[in-house]
DNA sequence: TGGTTGTCGAGACTGCTAGTCTTGTCAAGG
DNA sequence: CCTTGACAAGACTAGCAGTCTCGACAACCA
């Protein structure tokens, strides 16, 4: 039953023209109430792990409906997080690389800060700590929006502000290693000045010599 | 019931001279059995949490013997962990940031991967995701290591081989970011090759202007 | 020697949660 | 009106952390 996956198909009866529908529709309604619900219950969390039972009770939703909707408490989750989360990804593009790296790193420790954000992220990353398929999402996720960092990277190689030989992912991998680090330990500031540093001293490193 | 935390005075009679003890005496052989159970565990583990109940099995000692010694179970697995690794975290020292920081790297990257320990290490970070005392010991254990990295740093800037207002906390953010965005999601190689550009990145991108 | 104390292995038990199954209801069609 | 499938409610299963109980036993003391 894969049928949860592509959620879209279901507001309307186009997808079901090949066989005549019958029975009562999906309400969608239901999900959005799910989908909030999980929001809510994330941002709110003080650390403690969201049951479903809490998101089907706060929605006002019996829990086979968000099984019948999500194949895992994981996919809700994320869900939840990445239907709010801005999809475009799109770097910055001044023709400088270390003033495109300062804008892309900050934009990314602050959309990770944003009230309600941080609490569900921390929550969702919990979570995948122990389920796979939750962590597997989670991959693709970032996966978008380290592409968008690579983007970059590579259009500063070629203009001659890195070396040759550079490790675009290596780097790539300092800048969210950071953040991540930072994020989850919360022993350091994930600031503009934490930005430009780190921006900075990326850039500088990693110069054409 | 605290006394399960200093673990070492239960070695020799030493510590109960202040008084006429009384009863039976713990078994170190247990405690050696459950350390050892528990690291075998934790390095055959293929992503399954290790539950106490496998580790008291595989120890052949009751669930109820574990709780005599360790608070929870985070606490077993991580002193099971450490138990193996070398407490020596000194930086190497040759006059020269570029070098020491490129050997502390690799003695980092090997040490995590080690056989055993790659595996157990993983497992006690999803446990730690979850269970707030266990994120403390890992925080107590990991800032012993990092500890040295700032050492190493701080000896470079004196020797001027960073700039004077660098980020010695950002820097060695850097380093353990990475390290740990690496080791946790796989996609990257820790080798040699990869220490040795971070190393070389680091110093340039923070050297004295 | 016999009493006291505290550990031992074994395993029952509580409490919590993910995920499934059941039941009776209701809406959308044929 | 009858079939189909979503719906809310909630019982149920299975797995695990951590506690509690039990009878056995070891170390020490009087």
Redesign the pocket.
Known sequence: MS?TANVETANA?AANATR????????????R?ILDAALRLLAESDG???????I??A???????????W????AVLLDALTDRADRDVQGPDTGDLRTDLHAFITTTFDAAQRDTTASALRTVVREAAR?P?LADLMRDFTATRRAALRDLLTKGRERGELAGDADLDLIADQVYGVFWYRFLLGHGALDTDTAERLADSLTRGNAAR
Chains 1, 2 share one sequence.
């Open positions: 049928e009866g005549p529908h019958t029975g009562r529709r999906r309400n969608e309604a239901a999900h109430a403690t792990p969201v049951t479903v039972d809490a089907a009770r929605a006002g939703v019996g829990k086979q409906t968000v099984y019948r909707w194949p895992s408490k994981g389920d398929h």
